[in-house]
T-cell receptor
């Protein structure tokens, strides 16, 4: 079984400030990890993914995430946020060995203030 | 390449009715998954179809069913609607489903009154 915990339900931040959205997972097998973003009234869009290799993953819109196996974490970061980054962010995990249906976290609402 | 499309985008139904939602995956994608998204429960996996066969199923009652056609298009059916079925239903397609990377449609917003 696998699970995902997004530690913050809401993260308010000022424009141009850095941000970190936290994600911890548990799984009994090797994992693939994902971050998705959902804008209002839209579906989810893939931001970045970790399948293997380098633990620092760069995605779209200036986001990056670091896979930390010992801490079972996959935190999402951006050095300088824009108003347009206001959205819901979901962390997801799938098992690389067979249970490939991803399990999603409950989401973190990023609110960027001017 | 066109993205995942879902129809209709919005739907209002009455308790006890049934509803069918449609999803067209990205061309070439053979895996289609369905999710229910609600404020209280978040994103919950309903089922996944691959090459016209249900390959995975979530923990939903039998009122929720689906199918996939030979062109990979998928439909989801909910019978005997309940108020609690009000949600955003998301369809996601994947090339094979093997690595969990999915491409989502905009969703169908179902309201049950």
């Amino acid at each position: 079984a696998q699970s995902v915990t997004q530690l913050d339900s809401q993260v308010p931040v000022f424009e141009e400030a850095p941000v970190e959205l936290r994600c911890n997972y548990s799984s009994s097998v090797s994992v693939y990890l994902f971050w998705y973003v959902q804008y209002p009234n839209q579906g989810l869009q893939l931001l970045l993914k970790y399948l293997s290799g380098s633990t620092l993953v760069k995605g779209i819109n200036g986001f990056e995430a670091e896979f930390n196996k010992s801490q079972t974490s996959f935190h999402l970061r951006k050095p300088s946020v824009h108003i347009s980054d206001t959205a819901e962010y979901f962390c997801a995990v799938s098992g690389s060995g067979g249970s490939y249906i991803p399990t999603f976290g409950r989401g973190t609402s990023l609110i960027v203030h001017p | 390449k066109a993205g995942v499309t879902q129809t209709p985008r919005y739907l209002i139904k009455t308790r006890g009715q049934q509803v069918t939602l449609s999803c067209s995956p990205i061309s070439g994608h053979r895996s289609v998954s369905w999710y229910q998204q609600t404020p209280g429960q978040g994103l919950q996996f309903l089922f996944e179809y691959f090459s016209e066969t249900q390959r995975n199923k979530g923990n939903f009652p039998g009122r929720f069913s689906g199918r996939q056609f030979s062109n990979s298009r998928s439909e989801m059916n909910v019978s005997t609607l309940e108020l609690g079925d009000s949600a955003l239903y998301l369809c996601a397609s994947s090339l094979t489903g093997g690595d969990g990377e999915q491409y989502f449609g905009p969703g169908t917003r179902l309201t049950v009154t």
